[in-house]
């Protein structure tokens, strides 16, 4: 369940949008589509979200959004290289001029010492800019992951929209 601060941002970012005449799509892995979730909770989304691919499985990855298994199998699926893939990919497989995508560990279990729970790998695409990536370790329960890994989310559609 997403709390009312994240739902208030959501609808920031879907008025952002439209005024920007920009479409999203999302390629979720960790959210499970909670990103999607979350815009589409507001009056007026089908205006700017295209789709949501929910990518749990490296399957999904590889056959959804184009994600290369040799990629996932070279750097894992919880990796820069991976979440920049299905950013990609997800722009390619959609109407939209932006694509996020996030893949991570929302815990409680899963993590190792080189990659703990709670880290997140983000993706940005755009039709008109390089693709940005950034990784974030988020603390807290399986809960708390996820709905911090929806607001970077967020952070991303905006700075691209507006940079």
Do not use: W
């Not at 909770?41 to 691919?53: T, Y």
């Not at 590889?62 to 699926?77: R, S, T």
């Amino acid at each position: 369940m997403l709390n009312s601060n994240t739902l208030v941002r959501a609808s920031e970012i879907i008025q952002l949008c439209k005024a920007a005449n920009c479409r999203v799509s999302t390629v979720e892995s960790c959210t499970g589509g909670l990103i999607t979730a979350a815009l589409t909770a507001v009056s007026g989304s089908s205006d700017v979200v295209d789709r949501g691919f929910t990518t749990y499985s490296n399957e999904a990855k590889n056959e959804l959004v184009g994600v290369p298994m040799e990629l996932i199998d070279a750097h894992g699926a919880v990796s820069e290289e991976v979440a920049r893939a299905m950013a990609e990919g997800g722009l390619q497989r959609s109407n939209a001029n932006i694509t996020v995508s996030v893949t991570g560990i929302a815990g409680p279990g899963g993590g190792t010492e080189t990659k703990p729970v709670g880290l997140i790998h983000f993706g940005c695409a755009s039709k008109t800019k390089t693709t940005k990536a950034c990784h974030e370790v988020f603390s807290g329960d399986r809960a708390a992951v996820r709905e911090a890994t929806v607001l970077q989310a967020f952070k991303m559609i905006e700075t691209a929209i507006k940079s």
